[in-house]
C-alpha cells in the first residue's frame, strides 16, 4: 500500500517537474526552421524534413539505418524459429484480403519514396508499409518457408541499405568532398538511389524483427528437403 | 494551431512521460515494462513535436521533426530487442524450472 502511494507521488512530481520545465520554455524559440529552410534550394528535395534525414543531417540517418542492422543481427543471434513459424494463416479471411490489399501497398510504399522529396514522406514511412505487407504475408502464411531459408537473399536485402549508404559517403569523400557531402546537382539523385536502397532494408528489417529470430530448417523435415 | 493547443501537448507529453516511468518501476512482467517505456518515448516525441510548431517566424522546425523520425524507428528496434531479449529469459525460466522438477 505504501509503495503504491509512493509510485502516485513519484509520478506526479515527476509529472510536475517536466510541465513546469515545459511551460517555462521561450514562448517563440528561434529555432532550425529559418537555416533550414534558406539552405533547401542546394539540398536537392524540397521537403525540408527530408533534407534534414538525408542531405543536413545524414550522418545521424546512416547510423539508423546501422542501427536496423545492429538489431537484427541482435535478434538473430538470440533466437532462431522454424522457418514454419508462421505457416498456418491467422484467419482464412486474410488470403483473400490480401491478395487485393498487398499490390497497393507495395504500390503505395513506393508512392511514399518518391513524394518524400516533395512532401511528407520517405524511405522510413515507406519502409514502414514495406513492413507491413510482409507482417501480414507471414500472418497469412503465404510466404512459404522455403522463401524465408534462402537467408543469403534476405541477408543481401537486410544490409542493401547500409552499403548503398556508406558506398555513397566513401564516393563523396573520394570526390575530395566531406562525408556525404553531395554534389548540388547530385543530391537529389543521390538521395533517391539512398531512399530507395533503404526502403528495402527498412521493410525486410521490420519484417524480420517481426518474425522475431532467425529462420532455421523445420527439425521435423528431413535434411536436404526443406532447401530449395 | 494555438498556443493553448501547445501548451495541452506538451503537458500530455509529460503526463505520458510520467505514466510510462511509473509503469516501468512498477510493473513485474517485462511485457508490461517494455510497453510502459514505449509510453515515455511518445511522451518525448509528443513534446519534440510540440515545440517543432511553436517556433518564430510561423515554419515549422523540421529538424525536431527528422530527430522524431529517427528516434520511433531506433524505439522500434530497441522495442524488438527487448522482447527477444524477455523471451529468451522466458525459455531459459522454463528450462531451469524442468530441471529441478526431475
Keep these: 500500500m505504501m509503495a503504491r502511494v509512493g509510485g502516485w507521488f513519484f509520478m506526479v512530481l515527476v509529472f510536475g ?27 536537392g528535395v524540397s521537403n525540408p524534413v527530408t533534407a534534414v534525414l538525408l542531405n543536413y543531417r545524414a550522418y545521424d540517418t546512416l547510423l539508423e539505418v546501422a542501427v536496423l542492422v545492429l538489431a537484427i543481427v541482435a535478434v538473430w543471434s538470440l533466437r532462431a524459429r522454424p522457418a514454419t513459424a508462421f505457416a498456418a494463416p ?5 488470403g483473400a484480403l490480401l491478395r487485393l490489399l498487398l499490390p ?27 513492413g507491413g505487407a510482409i507482417v501480414l504475408l507471414l500472418l497469412g502464411g503465404m510466404l512459404n518457408h522455403r522463401v524465408l531459408l534462402r537467408t ?12 548503398v549508404f556508406i558506398a555513397v559517403g566513401l ?24 531512399e530507395a536502397a533503404a526502403l528495402v532494408s527498412i521493410g525486410l528489417t521490420l519484417g524480420a524483427l517481426f518474425f522475431g529470430g532467425r529462420p532455421e530448417p523445420d527439425p521435423d523435415t528431413p535434411k536436404g528437403s526443406s532447401r530449395a | 494551431m494555438n498556443p493553448d493547443a501547445h501548451t495541452l501537448f506538451l503537458l500530455a507529453g509529460a503526463a505520458l512521460f510520467a505514466l510510462g516511468l511509473r ?10 515494462r517494455i510497453i510502459a517505456i514505449n509510453v515515455m518515448g ?23 521533426h527528422a530527430m522524431v523520425l529517427t528516434g520511433i524507428v531506433v524505439a522500434v528496434c530497441a522495442t524488438a530487442l527487448a522482447l527477444t531479449l524477455a523471451e529468451r529469459l522466458r525459455a531459459l525460466e522454463e528450462e531451469k524450472e524442468k530441471e529441478e522438477q526431475r
Aim: glycine share 14%; aromatic share 8%; no cysteine.
Design chain 1, 152 to 163: 543469403a537473399w534476405l541477408k543481401a536485402g537486410l544490409v542493401v541499405g547500409l552499403t
Design chain 1, 171 to 194: 564516393g563523396t569523400m573520394l570526390a575530395g568532398r566531406s562525408l556525404l557531402e553531395y554534389p548540388e546537382t547530385l543530391a537529389g539523385t543521390l538521395i533517391l538511389v539512398i
Design chain 2, 23 to 32: 509503469g516501468v518501476f512498477s510493473r513485474a512482467p517485462l511485457l508490461q
Design chain 1, 90 to 94: 491467422a484467419s482464412p479471411m486474410l
Design chain 2, 42 to 64: 511518445n511522451g518525448v516525441f509528443l513534446v519534440f513535436i510540440t515545440l517543432a510548431a511553436r517556433v518564430a517566424g510561423g515554419k515549422t522546425d523540421p529538424v525536431p
Design chain 1, 104 to 130: 497497393l501497398v507495395v504500390l503505395a510504399g513506393g508512392y511514399l519514396l518518391w513524394i518524400g522529396a516533395f512532401a511528407p514522406g520517405g524511405a522510413f514511412q515507406g519502409g514502414a508499409l514495406l
Design chain 1, 17 to 43: 517537474g517536466l510541465a513546469w520545465g515545459l511551460l517555462s520554455l521561450p514562448e517563440e524559440p528561434p529555432g532550425l526552421a529559418p537555416a533550414a529552410h534558406e539552405a533547401l534550394p542546394r539540398s
